[in-house]
Structures are given as C-alpha cells and as structure tokens.
C-alpha cells in the first residue's frame, strides 16, 4: 500500500515512557537508533514523570500501512487501525484515566 | 560494519580538563567495553589505598554496550569507584561496581557519544558536569547544592531539557555520609555503599547527559532480527501482564517468606503490608528505555497523614522489612520514610533504618546511654527513627557515628556488627536479605565473594527458592562452559546437596559482569527470558564480534579477575570474605525457628558446610583457597599478568 490511510491511535496513558517507539521509527527511517530522528517526540510531565508520545504531523507515513512504532509499543499506547478515514492520527483517552 | 566507535571522556575536576579519546580496539576485544573497559580505567588511573574522599578517588560510568539499542531489557550503567564504606576494622576499602536502569540517563550518554565518563579530581565549589555531545562542561551549582534529589533533578531538566538524564545526589550525599547514593532520573538507586558521597567529596551536585547523535550497531539487520525474537519471547511470558500492572510490588506471596524479619507472625505481616496496600498504592509502572517488563512505581499514598504523596521507584519491599525490623504498624509512614531518603536527602534507607534498629536495641539494654547519644532518649517509636536519620543525614551529634556505620559504631562503643539480629553485614554492609527465610541460594554467596558486598545485578534463576534441577542446569548449559564444569555443578556433596552453589556461584559472578558489560537488566535473566547465548547473538550483532556464550563467560571471568586484583592491591583476603554469623543462629518468629538450609532445603548449614562451599568457589576460579586471590597462573591465562 503506497498511500495507506488508517489511524494511529495514542493511548496517552497507557504510555510507560520506555521509548521504543521512537527508537524502533529511527532505526526503520535513518537504520540507527535515535529518537531525535523519528517522527515521535515524547512529551514528559516533570512533576508526575507521566509521558506521552506525540506523532509529527509532517513526516510520517505509517511506514506504508504497518507502523513500526505501534509494533514496538508492548503496552498499547499506540495501535494502528486502518481505516477509509483520511485523517492520520486520533488521540484517546484510556477509559481507566482520572479526569 | 565494524564495530561502531567508542570513547572515553575523561573529566578532571581539579584542573577543568576535559579529555576526549577513543577506545582501543585490543580493549574492547578483550573487556567487551562498557563496564568491562570501566574497570580498565580504574585499573590505569585510581591508585592504590587513597582515601575514597580524596580528588585521587575517581568514578568511572559506563552505559552498556547495549544502552540506546531496541533491545528489550538493556538499559543499565554501570559506575565503577572505590567505596567510602568502611570495609574492615583497620579501615580499608573495597572497589566496586554498582549498576542502575534509566529512561534517559544511559542512552543520553550513548547518544552524546561517552561510552565511558572518567572523572577525577575535585572541583573547588559546587558543580554539575554536563555531558554533551562530544564533550562535557563543568557547570557551577552553588545554587543547586543543598537541594533535595527530586527539586534538583527537575531543575536540571528544566535548563537541559526533557531528554536530559540525571544522576544527582542529595544532601546525605553532601555530608559524606558513607551510605550515600545516588538516584537516576528520580526513578533507579545507584550506588549502595557510598557512591553518593564520593560524588559529594568532588562537590559534584549531578551528572547531566544531553545527546542527540546516534547509537548504530555493526549488523543492523541481524540485530534486529535477534532482538524480535527475544521480544515476541518476554511477550509471551505468561506472568508479563500481572508484572506490568505492579512491577516491582509484584511478588509479595514469595517476598513474605524469603525475607521474613521473624518479629511479627506472617498473617499480621499480610494485614499490615501486604498485596492490598501495594494494590492501594501503585498507580502504574514506569519502563526504563526499550523495556517490556516495567518495573518501577509510580505510587500514592491513600489516608493517613501522608494522603496524596507521590513518588517513584519502588517503595514496598524496604518498607516491609523495616517496618517490621522497626515495629512500625502503618506501612505509610514507612513509605514517606523511603520516599525522602530516595527524593530528598540520598541516603541508602536499608542501611539506615537497620542502623537504627540496632542502637535502639543496644539502648534499651542498656549498651548505650543518653552520654553516647548527647541526652537523646532512643524510644521505639517513629518520631524518635525520624530524629536520628535526620541526625544521621546531618551528621549532627550521634548522628555523626551512625553516618560512619557500623564498623564506626564498634570502634566507638564496642558495638559489633555481627550481634546484628537480621540479614548480617560483610565487609561493612549490610545485607538486604537474610540467608535463613530465604535459604543458601547463590546470591547470598556472592554477597560475600564479590568485593563489593551488594548483589549489583547478579540474579539469576536461583534467586527464587525451589527452581528445579533441570530449570538451573538448562540456564547453566547455555552459559557454554566446558561439561566438565557443567558436572561439577551438579555432583551431590553432603555440605551442600545436589546442587553445589559454591561451583555455580563463580560463574553467576561471571555472567554479572557480562550482564553489566553490555546493560542487560537481571530481572530478564532471572525470570529466564534471556540467556547466556542470547546475550552473546546480541552482541555480536551489535559490535560484529562472533563470541560464543563460553566466550563472554570468559570475558566475565577477565573482568572478575581485574576487579579482585584491584581489591587485593588494597589488601582484601579470604579472611574478609566472611560469611555473616547471624546466619548460623536460629530465627526464633512467631512462625518457629528459621534455620539457615541448604538451597534445596534438605539440611541446617553449619559453618564448616559454608566454608567447604567457599573453598569449591576459589577452586572453581582456580584461586588460592588459602588467600582467596588470584594465582598467577590464572592470571597469565586471562591475559592479566601486566
């Protein structure tokens, strides 16, 4: 699928701040391992040490319809779901988050 | 590719010199890198008997080989230096190395390009050392100093950014005292035994570590391949969902028999600190960098005075076991205790609240007095524990002697260590566990093998009491050692059963050190998720070396060996090798008498028992058993006779 469509869904608190993501996105753009390089930046919440991972808008792809960041995040803060949908990326919240 | 570059950045605090340099091939060859090359550096540059307080004293940080990779489970480093603990009572000192995880620390340093930071010296005032890309800067922190480790830390990510690593000390650290550590990215302890303050005799408030380049491997197709497969492994793990829900608060059905204080009955132990209020208490788990078995806690307290705190890392196991040591009936209070120890001051919370236990014992027999503790009253009771770490912490009056330990407490009042009632101390510490609730099992021995008396990541299997014969003996083929070895292992003697944990020991010290070399977390090892061959498919793709797993055994072996000759140029000999002698007295508990059995629990361990197991693990080292050193033949073998 050269122009895949489908939403990459982040489940901000699900996150655990491990950073696969970004290191598995590096290393399938640039074949290194380097966050700065993926299309992920990881927001971090100083006080709480809660993180989020948060996709750029430019520059992802969705790796041709089978993300490796959502691949290589085991605790299911980002899942794929293709979808006829245009829009890229949808931000959830996990039904287990405080208000 | 070859194998990718690596560099060492030597820091002099003294003179402001910074120091770039790369590793040598023949090095990394032989030592692995990492750690592994940290203990070369230690080797060429600390000389002998300095004082740990002295700008001679250096420290030596080493992320693994592994660190910054996809890797599951590999984000540790390892800092190497020579301990203030008080080791003995003519006041020597060990050298040791004590290894941490981190969300950011260890690949922030890969990433700035230090794969080993050396600092030496002493700074004048107060500073922390930034780590940056190709280089480091020696930032004042006059501002910083007397800061707690928590408010510093975020400070320091403030000006750095939210990718900056931190190891940062607090002020226990500041005042030298000699159980003061260090904690990584507000989440992961480093440095039982001292690290803290020798970090505070340099006015070294933090190392901050800021990279942005890359981490490559030397065959990045094979290295993922390898790495998929160990990952779809951990996932498959059929205990992974319940880790990842408590972490480190996992495992209270186990924790409650192998490190039973015996004041208490254990159903009371249960109602007071058991699964339901580390259930109450954890929030979620927080993973360090690419792991998928997160360990440490995010927790908060529910009720009580200390409603609302929050904190991170893992308080329960510490809380549980002085909480009884100390009689302290509501678990959160002890967790506040440990949550200021690990955010505020730095000091190592075992050690302390034991030192505690044991003058508050001597003072209601009457061994001490209100003269030994200028007019303090030492009562049972919280207030009274929180007085005398805030001493501690100071160094203020009594408190100056319980911040020197226990070999101080003896040369002050005749105290002696070994009336300790539980765990026992070697080598001047304090063991975390005690060897009769948990049995004979391997850890206890390296405990008081190893130069430094902590277990530093040497789990493995037989952590767990009752692995079977075929689960440990499937771990130690893999290792890859000679079958000859494999047989020794496992021949039945009456001293020690069918499982002989001398002989195993040696090798489990071994693979420690691997571990360390390339940052591979114990918890994986431990669980048996990854093994010996598969550390060695790991690195081998990573660095384009072809190790075989008998191949990095040896080069643990090496790296052992480095470490005990370093140990022995301060004077370290069989004779400090001392097995603690609260294990051969009964605990009488609530629950019976607890005697100190083999692993396997068919017989009570006499003294003579442990000292055949000693004498199997110098000969399985191919050491002198009379001296517990190196020989130099084996030393020659290695490659270590220079």
């Known amino acids: 699928m050269n122009n895949p469509t489908g939403h990459l869904v982040v489940w901000p608190e699900r996150c655990r701040g491990c950073q696969s993501c970004r290191l598995a996105c590096s290393f399938a753009k640039a074949g290194v391992f380097n966050p700065a390089r993926s299309m992920i930046v990881m927001e971090r919440d100083v006080q709480t040490e809660r993180t989020a991972p948060m996709i750029k808008p430019i520059g992802c792809d969705l790796c041709g319809g089978k993300p490796v960041c959502a691949d290589a995040c085991e605790y299911e803060a980002l899942v794929y779901e293709p979808s006829e949908d245009k829009s890229k990326i949808v931000v959830k919240q996990w039904e287990g988050a405080s208000a | ?642």
């Open chain 2, 1 to 642: 590719m070859t194998r990718p570059s690596s560099w060492i950045l030597h820091v002099d605090l003294s003179t402001g010199n910074v120091e770039r340099t790369p590793v040598e091939a023949e090095l990394n060859r032989s030592f692995l890198g990492g750690s592994g090359v940290g203990w070369t550096l230690v080797s060429k540059y600390l000389p002998p008997r300095v004082d740990p307080f002295s700008p001679e004293n250096l420290i030596s940080v080493n992320p693994g080989v592994l660190v910054g990779t996809l890797t599951p489970g590999t984000p540790k480093t390892t800092v190497i230096t020579k301990f203030p603990t008080i080791a003995a009572e003519d006041g020597r000192h060990y050298i040791g190395e004590s290894t941490g995880g981190s969300r950011y620390l260890g690949i922030a340093l890969k990433r700035a390009g230090c794969h080993h930071l050396l600092i030496t010296g002493k700074s004048p005032r107060p500073v922390y050392l930034r780590v940056r890309d190709g280089g480091a800067d020696i930032v004042p922190a006059d501002d910083l100093w007397g800061g707690g480790i928590e408010g510093v830390t975020n400070e320091l990510i403030r000006r750095e950014g939210a990718e900056a690593g931190v190891i940062a000390i607090g002020t226990a650290g500041e005042n030298l005292v000699r159980h003061a550590l260090t904690i990584i990215d507000k989440t992961n302890s480093l440095g039982r035994g001292g690290l803290g303050a020798v970090m505070g005799s340099k006015n070294l408030k933090a190392i901050v570590a800021i990279g942005t380049g890359e981490v490559e491997v030397a065959r990045p197709g094979e290295f993922m391949e390898v790495s998929a497969a160990l990952r779809n492994r951990v996932l498959e793990w059929p205990k992974r969902d319940h880790w990842i829900k408590l972490g480190l608060a996992a495992g209270w059905s186990t924790f409650k028999h192998t490190q039973y204080p015996g004041i208490w009955p254990k159903d009371r132990w249960d109602e007071l600190y058991g699964e339901k209020t580390r259930m109450e208490t954890v929030e979620d788990v927080i993973a360090c960098n690419s792991c998928l078995l997160g360990c440490r806690l995010r927790w908060k307290t529910k009720g009580g005075e200390y409603d609302g705190e929050i904190g991170f890392g893992s308080p329960f196991s510490k809380s549980a076991t002085s909480g009884m040591l100390l009689g302290v009936e509501d678990h959160r209070k002890m967790i506040h205790f440990v949550a200021d120890a690990n955010s505020r001051t730095g000091i190592d919370f075992y050690t302390t609240t034991r030192l505690i236990d044991f003058v508050t014992k001597m003072y209601e027999i009457g061994r001490l007095t209100k003269a030994d503790t200028g007019g303090l009253e030492l009562k049972r009771e919280y207030p009274t524990y929180q007085k005398l770490y805030e001493m501690t912490v100071n160094r203020e009056g009594f408190g100056d002697v319980l911040a020197d330990g226990w070999i101080r407490l003896k040369r002050e009042f005749g105290l002696d260590p070994q009336d300790y009632w539980y765990a026992g101390i070697c080598k001047g510490v304090d063991f975390i566990y005690d060897a009769r609730p948990s049995n004979f099992h391997p850890l206890m021995m390296t405990f008081f093998t190893r130069p430094r008396p902590h277990h530093g990541g040497s789990h493995t299997r037989t952590n767990s009491r009752n692995r079977t014969i075929e689960e440990i003996r499937e771990q130690v083929e893999r290792w890859g050692i000679p079958q000859e070895a494999v047989d020794r292992i496992f021949t039945e003697a009456p001293y020690t059963g069918k499982f002989n944990v001398g002989r195993y020991t040696r090798y489990m010290e071994d693979m420690m050190r691997v571990k360390n070399a390339l940052g591979l977390c114990s918890i994986y090892t431990y669980q048996g998720l990854i093994f010996a061959d598969d550390m060695a498919h790991l690195y081998n793709a990573a660095t384009g070396e072809d190790l075989s797993p008998g191949d990095l055994v040896e080069h643990g072996e090496r790296i052992s060996n480095l470490a005990k000759l370093i140990n022995v140029q301060e004077g370290f000999t069989r004779a400090d090798d001392k097995v603690p002698e609260v294990w051969f007295r009964p605990m009488e508990s609530p629950e019976g008498r607890i005697e100190m059995q083999d692993y396997y629990q068919t017989k009570v361990l006499a003294k003579e028992d442990v000292d055949r197991l000693l004498d199997d693990y110098y000969e399985e080292r191919g050491w002198d058993p009379r001296t517990g050193q190196p020989t130099t033949e084996r030393l020659e073998q290695l490659g270590l006779n220079e």
